[in-house]
């Protein structure tokens, strides 16, 4: 496996920083996102579930036409709807990202990964993250929560720290 696993000893700098990003993320979340995000509930869904016999007011543009020909009357095909998505997060953090004042754009990286993730845990969506350089350097698997949210931040800012060398 390309990922390293590296021992996880977790600072109060560390924590503080987290904290920070959560913060400015959350507000940010509860301010820009508010309304603004669409539901995997409309429309059809894609993944087949059954076909069953038509009903007054279904739309005729889900006959199956091969099975209604086969029985006789018509059938129409019912699709299940995405109930939940997966956000993985993929965050560069090569060498030519580390550089800017006052934020290196590798810091506005992992912020900008801590606004999405807070978004998709209060949205109740697993979330998950790759942090690559030259090659995916460390995986967090996706998982639902706030708390995961907050980890696969944690995670940003150390594996961030330490593949910048500034630990």
């Known amino acids: 496996s390309p990922v390293q696993t590296r021992p996880r000893t ?3 700098d560390v924590l503080k920083q987290v904290k920070g990003i959560e913060l400015r993320a ?4 509860n ?8 539901s995997v509930f409309r429309g059809q869904g894609i993944e087949f579930a059954e076909v069953r016999a038509y009903q007054q007011g ?5 006959i199956d036409w091969n099975v209604s020909a086969r029985m006789g009357h018509p059938f ?5 709807e995405e109930r939940e998505l997966t956000l993985l997060l993929i965050v560069d953090q090569s060498g030519s990202l580390h550089f800017g004042q006052p934020y290196t754009k590798a810091g506005l990286a992992v912020e900008v990964a801590a606004v999405l993730a807070l978004a998709a845990a209060r949205h109740n ?12 350097e460390y995986v967090v698997p996706p998982a639902k929560g706030r708390p995961h949210a907050l980890r696969v931040i944690r995670d940003l800012v ?10």
């Open 76 to 80: 129409v095909k019912t699709f299940m």
């Open 158 to 167: 150390i594996e961030g720290n330490i593949l910048s060398g500034s630990t």
């Open 58 to 62: 279904d739309d005729f543009r889900a």
């Open 31 to 38: 301010t820009l996102f508010t309304g603004e995000y669409r």
């Open 26 to 29: 959350r507000n940010l979340v």
């Open 10 to 12: 977790v600072s109060r």
């Open 125 to 136: 969506d697993r979330v998950g993250a790759l942090l690559f350089a030259d090659a995916p």
